[in-house]
Every structure is written in C-alpha cells, then in structure tokens.
C-alpha cells in the first residue's frame, strides 16, 4: 500500500494512512522477533502484543479523522475534527478504565483489551457517519470513496469478530486463526484504491445507493 502511494504521487497527501502501514510492519516485525524470543505463549508476548495492539488502533483511530478532514476540507474544519477525536478518545479510554476497575485482577492487560474493543466498535460507527456525510455532500472522489468503504468493511469485520467471541466462546480457536485474514484486508484494499484510482477520478454515489435531488 505504501508502495502503490509513492508510485502515486500521494504520500503526502495521504500520510497519517501511510503512517499507520509503515507502523503496522514495524509493530509485526518487533512482535516477531519477541515471539522467536519468549515464546509465542509467554507473557512478555502478549503483554507486547496487547499494548502494541493498542497503540495500532488508536492509529487507524487518528487514520480514520484523517478520512474526516479529507471529506470536509473545502470547509476548513480540519481543528474542529481533531478536537473532536481527541474528545473522543479520551472518552473511550475513560469509559474502558471506569469498566476495568470493576475487577481487580489483571487490571493492565484487561485495559488493553477493553479499550481495543471499544474503539473498534466507535471506529465503526464513525466510518459509517462519514460514509453519509459522504452520501450528504455528495462526494465524487473515486479513490477516497474507496478508502472509507474499506475501513467500514474492516471495522464490521472486527466488530463482528468480538461479537461472536463473547457470544459463542467455542468459536474463539476458529475466529483467532481468521483474524489475520481480516487484518490483510484493510491494506490489499487501500494498495488497490492507490494503484487504481487516480485522485481525480470521479463517481457519483448515485452509483451506490439511492440518494435523493
């Protein structure tokens, strides 16, 4: 994905994704050489995997905003949506501690988890807000139409991951060894919108759905 962007031209223009690529490779190395090092079932591997796995999703969290200020730059609102994740984020992040403190034990590592789900699950919500924001100013650019609707489709897959875990704890062998499917998605989709869409290509989202005049 990184690749397809400096092919592209559009680095710069899109650098809090390309970000976030260049720091799930290093994030995946480090958590390899821990793994060839500890073990894959030692505490020193899943407590860098949990914190590591954090650190990630309050990046695409940030990546997401990125998306924001993309869609509603002709209105110069890019403070106000920085503002409002950061807000935001905060929120989540107290929200996920007030439930930790609910139990004692293994307070850290369940932080970790919790906090990770929960933005997960606010990610979501907030990719489909932008996808009708999207709908509302009908917005045409092709590429960034494409960036979005692949984030929402990787945020319903890990929703509904989480979901089916705690709802049907026999599955969790199963959805742990779909899960790295699920995390190649996001990237193989954004390299295709790179590679194959030029930025100033257009569609309508008319195409999409129904939207009145």
């Known amino acids: 994905m ?24 290093i994030v995946s190395l480090i958590r390899f050489s821990v793994m060839f090092s500890h073990g894959y079932s030692s505490p020193e591997y899943a407590f860098f995997y949990y914190y590591s ?7 695409l969290y940030f990546t997401l905003t990125s998306l924001y200020a993309h869609v509603f730059e002709e209105m110069a609102a890019e403070r106000s949506i920085r503002l409002g994740a950061l807000a935001l984020l905060l929120g989540t992040a107290a929200f996920s501690f007030a439930i930790v403190m609910q139990s004692k034990s293994h307070i850290v590592g369940r932080f970790f988890v919790e906090i990770s789900q929960n933005l997960n699950f606010v990610g979501l919500i907030l990719t489909y807000v932008l996808w009708g924001a999207i709908l509302k100013l009908r917005e ?19 929703a509904a991951t989480f979901a089916l875990r705690n709802l ?46």
């Open 53 to 59: 796995d954090v650190l990630l999703t309050i990046g």
């Open 168 to 213: 049907y704890p026999p599955l969790h062998t199963f959805l742990t060894n779909i899960s790295p499917i699920t995390g190649c998605l996001l990237p193989f989709a954004w390299a295709y919108a790179f590679w194959r869409f030029p930025d100033d290509e257009r569609l309508s989202p008319a195409r999409l759905t129904v939207v009145p005049r």
């Open 2 to 25: 990184v690749v397809c962007s400096l092919r592209k031209g559009s680095f710069r223009r899109y650098i809090a994704l390309n970000c976030y690529m260049v720091a799930c490779i």
């Open 140 to 158: 045409t650019r092709t590429r960034l139409i494409q960036l979005v609707l692949s984030l929402g489709i990787f945020f319903s897959l890990l």
